[in-house]
Structure formats: structure tokens, C-alpha cells
């Protein structure tokens, strides 16, 4: 029962799957002890996945980052260009490319990647990154828009935290 109560609560606690299935087939209940153990071998499963994915994608990133610092321009945006693909919805991802292609003086580009990554997650950064990428495609107004942006969110999060303080 309290096996039970705690996958209602949170069914991604693999080792109470576990527990539930080896007391369920104590119990001689080998059906339901056998859905239980299939569940627990998924979540094992894709639990090994994305910690292998996770391990590529830092690989990846760090192969990356030791290019860029080397000059390999090319090299480094090719190589978060295959981060990106295994973690396509990541801000940080997104923004690592824009920054690179940012370097490697190619802005237009940047200013796609680094506008994506704000969609995702906006960051103060995210907005300075930005404005850097749009001084160097010539748009100085767009640019000072990047800043303000990052100057309200600086401000907005200042704010959260004294209000935090003063509960």
C-alpha cells in the first residue's frame, strides 16, 4: 500500500516500481507484479538513455568550447550543430551555436540562434548576447532594445529577490 501511495504521488520512482514488483510477486499477484517490473524496465531503460545522451551532449560541448577557444570557428559551430540535434529544444544549446557563429563573425545567423534560445529562456545574458549580435550586423537600434531588455529582466529579478527577503 504505501509502494502504491508513493507511485500515485510520483510514478517516476523506479526503485518503488521495483519494490512493488518484486513484493507483488512474493505475494503470488505475478500479473500485476509483471506489469509492475515491465514499467521499472522502461524507466531503467530510459533512464540509461538520456544518460547516455547526456554524457554525448557534454562531450559534444566540450569538443566544441576547445575549438572555439583554438580559433576552429568552423569546427566548433559544426560540432554544437550536433548538440543541438540531440537536444533541440534547449536554450542552451541554441545559445552556444549563436555565440559561436557570433565569433566565427557571422551575426545574421547568431541573431537567429540566440533569438530562438530567449524563446526558450530568457536570460539577461541571453539579451546582451543579442545586442552584441545585432552591433555587429549594424543595427544599433535593435541592439539598444537587446539591452534595455536585459537591463528589465536584471531589475524584474532584483526585485523578486528583495521581495522574497521581506516574507
Not at 575549438?67 to 543541438?84: K, P, Q, R
Amino acid at each position: 500500500v504505501a509502494l502504491e501511495r508513493a507511485l500515485s504521488l510520483d510514478p517516476s520512482l523506479r526503485e518503488a516500481r521495483y519494490a512493488l514488483g518484486t513484493s507483488l510477486m512474493r505475494l503470488g499477484k505475478t500479473e500485476e507484479a509483471k506489469r509492475a517490473l515491465e514499467v521499472f524496465q522502461q524507466q531503467q531503460a530510459d533512464a540509461e538513455a538520456a544518460g547516455q545522451r547526456a554524457f554525448q551532449l557534454d562531450a559534444l560541448r566540450r569538443e566544441a568550447s576547445k575549438n572555439l577557444l583554438a580559433g576552429a570557428f568552423d569546427l566548433a559551430i559544426a560540432t554544437y550543430v550536433e548538440a543541438l540535434k540531440l537536444e533541440p529544444d534547449s536554450a542552451r544549446s541554441r545559445r552556444d551555436l549563436g555565440l559561436a557563429l557570433l565569433r566565427a563573425n557571422r551575426p545574421q545567423e547568431a541573431i537567429e540562434h540566440l533569438e530562438a534560445a530567449q524563446k526558450l529562456e530568457q536570460t539577461a545574458e541571453g539579451f546582451t548576447y543579442l545586442a552584441d549580435a545585432y552591433i555587429a550586423a549594424g543595427d544599433r537600434d535593435a541592439a539598444a532594445r537587446q539591452r534595455s531588455l536585459a537591463q528589465q529582466l536584471i531589475l524584474q529579478i532584483k526585485l523578486a529577490r528583495i521581495r522574497e527577503l521581506a516574507r
